[in-house]
Structures are given as C-alpha cells and as structure tokens.
C-alpha cells in the first residue's frame, strides 16, 4: 500500500509538471450511468471540486488526493482518471 501511495504522488508530481491535464470526469460518470452528485457522493470528493474537473478542459494543477478517491469511486487506475493534454 505504501509503495502504491507513492508511486501515485509520483504519477501526479509527473502530470503537474508536464503542463496541462485534463480530468475524465464526465466520460468515466456517463460510462456508469452516474450524474456527477452521484459521483461526489460515491467518491467523498466535495460537488464543487467535481464539477470543477468536469467542466474545466484543462488544468496545471490538481489535487492528488480527490484524484485518488475518483479512481477508486471508478475503479480504474489514476492514469485512466487524468488525460495529459501538453507537454
């Protein structure tokens, strides 16, 4: 778990630094079937936060954290959660 944790942070301090990503929010949500309250709430990651990454195409930051419990709400992998959009 621990190794897994920071291999993670790793994965995120890469993507931050590569410049703009972008967060599959929307497409992963309609995939289930979910609305994005369904996905805060499965998630634990606050509404506004997810609309956020729903709505915005690009970002330089993100938080680590909320990017972990979408992956897990998903079950996918974080890599699966963010798209690099710029190098």
């Known amino acids: 778990m621990f190794y ?3 291999q993670y942070k790793v994965l995120c301090q890469l993507l931050s630094s590569m410049g703009l990503i972008r967060v599959k929010v929307r497409e992963l ?3 289930r079937g979910w609305t994005l309250k369904e996905v805060a709430e499965r998630s634990g990651v606050v509404y506004n936060s997810v609309k956020h990454y729903a709505r915005c195409p690009a970002m330089s930051k993100v938080d680590f954290t909320a990017l972990q419990k979408l992956a ?3 079950d996918v992998m974080i890599e699966e959660v ?3 959009l710029e190098d």
């Open 4 to 6: 897994r944790l920071n």
């Open 72 to 74: 897990r709400t998903f």
């Open 82 to 84: 963010v798209e690099v």
């Open 29 to 31: 949500a309609a995939e």
